[in-house]
């Protein structure tokens, strides 16, 4: 069964300290991953694609075949990253379409 | 350019009472998705357009839910007759190939 989770409903850290949210995902074929971002009364937008390798405000994923994982990283985390994050999936055999993670949301205390 | 627009931002209904949906695409995305989120759950897929076609509905919840898309442009959803457990936010996004691009999704609730 295709499924993407994360274990985490809210994870709070201070000002400064590292971010891990973890993603953890089962799918039979090569997977495209992503990860999504939904600030306070913004709408839902794509962070990064575990394709393209980047980082985006700072934040990095790696992509875990062996460990079936995609976690979130940023080594020093901000204010203006708390926010709920989506785990995505998307399943490119057949038809194209996202499979998200309940969420974690990120609360950086000051 | 303009974005995903959805409409209306929130709905308040009574149960068996009818609600559409409506939401307009990127111009240009072929790809329209349509995806609900009830509270305390993950973002779960409703369907998928391409253009004026269903390429997939197999997340319709039940044949209370309706989706069309005329010309292949906008996109409604319809809900009749609305039960207290179809309440939540639902998501439409359109894409080009990959990335998706969201609306701000309406907030329905059934009372």
């Known amino acids: 069964a295709q499924r993407v989770t994360q274990p985490e409903k809210l994870l709070s850290v201070f000002k400064g300290a590292p971010v891990e949210l973890k993603c953890n995902y089962s799918?039979?074929?090569?997977?495209?991953l992503f990860w999504y971002v939904q600030y306070s009364r913004q709408r839902l937008q794509l962070l990064l694609r575990?394709?393209s390798r980047e980082s985006i405000k700072g934040f990095t994923a790696d992509l875990n075949k062996g460990e079936t994982s995609f976690h979130l990283k940023k080594p020093f985390a901000q204010e203006e990253d708390s926010a709920m994050y989506y785990c995505?999936?998307?399943?490119?055999?057949?038809?194209?379409?996202?499979?998200f993670g309940t969420g974690t949301r990120l609360k950086v205390l000051a | 350019e303009a974005g995903v627009t959805q409409f209306p931002s929130h709905s308040v209904i009574e149960k068996g009472q009818t609600v559409t949906l409506r939401c307009d695409p990127i111009?240009?995305?072929?790809?329209l998705y349509w995806y609900r989120r009830v509270m305390g759950k993950e973002i779960k897929f409703l369907l998928h357009?391409?253009?004026?076609?269903?390429?997939?509905e197999s997340g319709m919840p039940n044949n209370r839910f309706l989706a069309e898309r005329t010309g292949g442009t906008y996109s409604t959803l319809k809900v009749q007759p609305a039960e207290l457990e179809d309440s939540g936010v639902y998501f439409c996004?359109?894409?080009?190939?990959?990335?998706?691009?969201f609306g701000q999704g309406t907030r329905l609730t059934v009372v």
């Open positions: 996004a359109s894409s080009p190939i990959l990335e998706a691009f």
């Open positions: 799918y039979s074929g090569s997977p495209e």
């Open positions: 575990h394709i």
């Open positions: 995505a999936l998307m399943r490119v055999t057949g038809t194209y379409k996202y499979i």
């Open positions: 111009s240009g995305h072929d790809n």
């Open positions: 357009f391409v253009k004026e076609s269903k390429q997939d």
